[in-house]
């Protein structure tokens, strides 16, 4: 088990040596050299992350906040560890963010370490596009992303590029780079076969 202490730098290690280094999102390696990133760990169960999830969205958007900010929040509750209770937090996270009147102004992006996309196959490297090593929840401002994506070319490829570039590695590579980027024993590696 990793100390808590450890996740934010062993989750900005992943995201430099995975995300970007795969050139997975084409906006995080920016946000991440500009120090725009920000890594929180909630040990608490759901009453817990949906108080934190507030206070963090409402932080995001305040006045004089920085309008790049991204807000990666790893949950380290055993109840998050289900990729079905994780999804059932997706879910309540967004009716709360529909309750805080933060439609339109914060996203909420979702990665878990048994992510799955439905149809594909469970050993498939195309689910790794969307894996972290610990659930997370993505903050980010809808007015930021906004801007990312009227820059670049053709944002529709990106999920396409990913997948393809990840099938191309194979699941054994792909498995291999996250482990030498998040540390051993943080990523799942057995797939579900359900």
């Not at 450890?6 to 995300?19: H, K, N, Q, S, T």
């Not at 958007?61 to 920085?66: K, R």
Request: proline share 8%; charged share 25%.
């Amino acid at each position: 088990m990793t100390p808590d202490s450890d996740i934010p730098a062993r989750l900005l290690g992943w995201l430099d040596g995975f995300v970007v280094a795969e050139n997975l999102c084409p906006f995080a390696g920016h946000a991440l050299r500009a120090g725009q990133v920000e890594v929180g760990v909630e040990q608490g169960g759901l009453e817990a992350v949906l108080e934190r999830l507030a206070h963090d969205a409402q932080r995001l958007v305040a006045p004089g906040s920085d309008p790049e900010a991204t807000l990666l929040l790893a949950l380290t509750a055993a109840e998050f560890a289900d990729l079905d209770d994780y999804l059932d937090l997706i879910g309540i996270a967004d009716a709360l963010l529909d309750s805080l009147s933060l439609r339109g102004e914060v996203q909420l992006a979702s990665f878990h370490p048994d992510y799955l996309f439905e149809g594909e196959p469970p050993g498939d490297p195309s689910h790794w596009t969307n894996r972290a090593p610990w659930p997370l929840l993505h903050l980010l401002r809808e007015d930021a992303v906004e801007r990312a994506v009227a820059r670049h070319p053709d944002p529709d490829a990106i999920p396409v590029r990913n997948v393809a570039h990840l099938r191309a590695l194979g699941i054994d590579e792909v498995r291999r780079r996250v482990q030498a980027t998040a540390g051993r024993g943080t990523v799942a590696t057995p797939e579900r076969t359900a």
